[in-house]
């Protein structure tokens, strides 16, 4: 029983594409990826914006919640656009690459604060999205010099990741975890050394005050994505209007 696909592609609706990627790897370690309603058989058709992502937040089948809550993705894929939209006077066709990119991260903040873990193949496509992005920018407004940049930010954070992933055996640092922070510093690398610098700590202070929150209900782990991606964010929206 699977509800026809309706509508667009679900590329074509960014609202609909975070909420498969939330619904479908929001799930534990042992299991890989969700692929259907955990109620009913409905399988869903993961390139379709079907009724199961639509704003209501619920299977199409059987009307049980999938993922997001209802209209979350929505507003923030609205808050997504008036940032990608709000950037695009200052940093031309780079704020579509960090706009597309913040869909993904988005999702990977989302999955992280709920199961804590950055999917691997989230992260890779995030990372392969933001830097492809930028560089068709690049080809098409001479930015290389802020590309380079955000490369050379973007491979320290995967060797430092990576580092800390041999030394602590995978404990503190796991999966797509490197992936994702070669992504989350090069977008305020590429604009300016000292945003990446402000980035990192604005991160480690969200990170910080979500510990002294809700360390009981995190049981002492705190999800580092989403303060890594709304300082990321912020700093985007910050630039933007400076
Ligand atoms: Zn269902």
């Not at 890989?32 to 704003?55: I, L, Q, V």
């Not at 209501?56 to 929505?74: F, L, M, Y």
């Not at 999702?107 to 830097?131: E, F, K, N, Q, T």
């Amino acid at each position: 029983m699977t509800p026809r696909p309706s509508g667009l592609p679900v590329l074509a609706n960014p609202a609909a594409f975070l909420r498969y990627l939330i619904a479908a790897w929001t799930v534990d370690f042992e299991q890989w990826r969700r692929d259907g309603c955990n109620s009913c058989p409905a399988r869903w058709r993961p390139w379709w914006s079907e009724p199961s992502f639509s704003p209501a937040g619920t299977c199409g089948a059987c009307g049980t919640p999938v993922g997001a809550p209802a209209w979350s993705a929505e507003a923030v894929v609205a808050l997504i656009t008036a940032i990608t939209v709000g950037g695009l006077p200052a940093f031309g066709p780079a704020s579509l690459a960090v706009g597309a990119w913040l869909i993904l991260a988005a999702a990977l903040g989302a999955i992280d604060a709920v199961v804590h873990r950055l999917p691997y193949r989230v992260s890779a496509l995030a990372a392969l999205v933001l830097y492809t992005g930028l560089a068709a920018a690049a080809a098409l407004d001479g930015t290389w010099t802020p590309w380079l940049r955000a490369l050379v930010v973007g491979a320290a954070a995967l060797a430092v990741a990576e580092t800390l992933r041999a030394a602590t055996r995978g404990k503190a640092v796991a999966g797509g975890d490197g992936l994702f922070a070669a992504s989350v510093f090069a977008v305020p690398a590429w604009l300016g050394w000292d945003w990446a610098v402000a980035t990192a700590v604005l991160a480690g202070m969200v990170n910080l005050a979500i510990g002294l929150i809700g360390v009981r209900r995190l049981h002492g782990r705190v999800p580092h994505g989403p303060g890594m991606v709304t300082a990321a964010a912020a700093m985007w929206a910050a630039a933007a209007l400076a």
